[in-house]
Structures are given as structure tokens and as C-alpha cells.
């Protein structure tokens, strides 16, 4: 790995394990308000926004910033960092222990490195995918520095498939695995790169749920299908804040015609 890439996973580890290291002091003990989309927040999001913001403009010169807490406007700029200082608010202010710090960062609009670091688990994954750039990038997925690799498994009742709360509808009387619901977008996907899931759906990620995972999982040998629009790339001066881009990911391609029937009933 050339120093480049040495310098990216460092800062993202760097930065991340330290705003983990204060949300752990506040994990279970804040209180929430509600977003205009339903969704929560606490001063604990919005201070975690600001300490990675900030790191990111005295690392990064000309970098630009798309965040859940701040700025949701992509800006014209070739390198942009999109950060979930907070994935799972719900979760840590109700004091389960599945929420995560997630970081992508994009070239041109679309994500080459992924870094997502679950505090209370202890876990952080990352990975590189290049796709079609034309940059050269390491290559692969990892889980604390350990290879990862999405499962080979067929589908039966003694696998994991993960749901958000507003896909529900694919649960029907004959679905082949045991359903799972975490609360966290990008863990969702991130069981799945692991190989301890074989598929999951968010109905209504945000791209700042997605950018990390996005890469972690297609570096896994997962597959991402897009049910709506494709997330990547962004476009320049487009507001996202209430873009949407439901997103079904399975272990392996072989498994598509198996699961999507299943989503017919979902409302997209």
C-alpha cells in the first residue's frame, strides 16, 4: 500500500476511534429531538459532525464534505469525503449497542475507500474498490485488519437476512432465512460483507449510510443492487438531503432470483 492510501486508513482510524471514544461517554445518556424526516438527533451527532468535519479540512486541502449533520450539497470538487458521524441514533440513545461512525471517501462521485467503525462491538471495517476509475487502490475488505469475504452459503433457514423497519413487507410465510433487524444501515450491509448475513435491505438509506459500506461490500465480493435509482455517482451542486436510494445487497449475484420476489410488496 503507497503512502497514500497508508495516510487515508490512518486518518479514518485516527478520527474515528477518537470521536468513538467520546460518543462511548455519552452512549445511552443523551436525549433525541426530531428531524423534519422522522428521524432522531442529539447534540452527540451534531458534535461528532463537527470534530470529523474539522479534521478533515486540516488533513485534507481542497477535499470537499457531504455530511448527514452539516453540508448536503455535493460540491464540484474531484475528492469528497461523506461522513455519518452517527449511524443508529435510536439505537445509542436507547443504549443498544449497534451504532457506527461511517466515512466514504469519493473520487469524481463515486466511493473508493470505506471506512465504518462500530464503537460498543469494538469493530472497524474497511476496504478499497476502485471500479472503474482508473485509480490504482489496495484491494480487498477487512474487519480490524482481518480479511473478509461475503458467504458462498445457499440460502436456508439457519441463515441471517437483515431488514430496516420499513421493509417488513418481504416477510412472507415460506422467506428462506431467519430475518434480522438492527437498527443500523450500514451494519445491515456490513453482516452481510462479513459473511454472517446473507443479504439485507434498507428501504430509504441516505448516500451518507451508504458511502462507506458501498465499497466494504463490493471489496467483500458482495453484491450491491440499487431498487430505484443508482446512488453513484453524485452529482455536483445536488442537495441530498431527501434523496433516498432504497438498496437490496446479497452475498453473492447467484442469489438475486432467489430474494426478489420476495420484494413486490415493497413500497419504494
Known amino acids: 500500500m503507497n503512502d497514500f492510501w497508508t495516510a487515508i486508513l490512518d486518518f479514518a482510524e485516527t478520527t474515528t476511534t477518537r470521536v468513538g471514544k467520546q460518543l462511548m461517554q455519552d452512549f445511552g445518556k443523551v436525549q433525541a429531538s ?13 458534535w ?15 477535499y470537499g464534505i457531504l455530511s448527514e449533520e452539516s453540508d448536503k450539497v455535493f460540491p464540484d470538487t474531484e475528492w469528497c469525503w461523506v461522513i455519518d458521524p452517527l449511524d443508529g441514533t ?16 469519493l473520487y469524481r462521485g463515486t466511493p473508493i475507500f470505506g471506512y465504518v467503525y462500530v464503537p460498543p462491538l469494538g469493530q472497524a471495517f474497511h476496504g478499497f474498490w476502485a471500479g472503474s476509475s482508473g485509480l490504482v487502490t489496495p484491494s480487498g475488505a477487512f474487519l480490524n485488519h482481518h480479511p ?24 412472507q410465510r415460506d422467506f428462506p432465512c431467519k430475518i434480522r433487524m438492527l437498527g443500523v444501515a450500514s451494519y445491515n450491509f456490513l453482516t452481510v460483507a462479513a459473511g454472517a448475513a446473507l443479504g439485507g435491505i434498507e428501504a430509504t438509506p441516505k448516500v451518507w449510510d451508504l458511502a462507506g459500506a458501498w465499497v466494504i461490500v463490493q471489496a467483500a465480493g458482495g453484491s450491491w443492487i440499487s431498487l430505484k435509482d443508482e446512488p453513484f455517482p453524485l452529482s455536483p451542486g445536488q442537495d441530498y438531503s431527501d434523496r433516498s436510494f432504497p438498496t437490496l445487497v446479497l452475498s453473492r449475484r447467484e442469489l438475486v432470483p432467489l430474494f426478489t420476489p420476495f420484494l413486490e410488496k415493497l413500497k419504494l
Open 34 to 46: 426530531q428531524k423534519p424526516d422522522g428521524s432522531l438527533v442529539t447534540q452527540a451527532d451534531k
Open 48 to 62: 461528532a459532525d463537527q470534530e470529523i468535519c474539522d479534521a478533515i479540512a486540516s488533513h485534507f486541502s481542497g
Open 90 to 105: 435510536t439505537n445509542f440513545t436507547r443504549g443498544l449497542p449497534i451504532w457506527s461512525i461511517s466515512m466514504g471517501l
Open 148 to 171: 473478509i469475504h461475503s458467504s458462498s452459503d445457499d440460502a436456508t433457514k439457519n441463515h441471517f437476512f437483515n431488514l430496516c423497519s420499513r421493509s417488513t413487507s418481504v416477510i
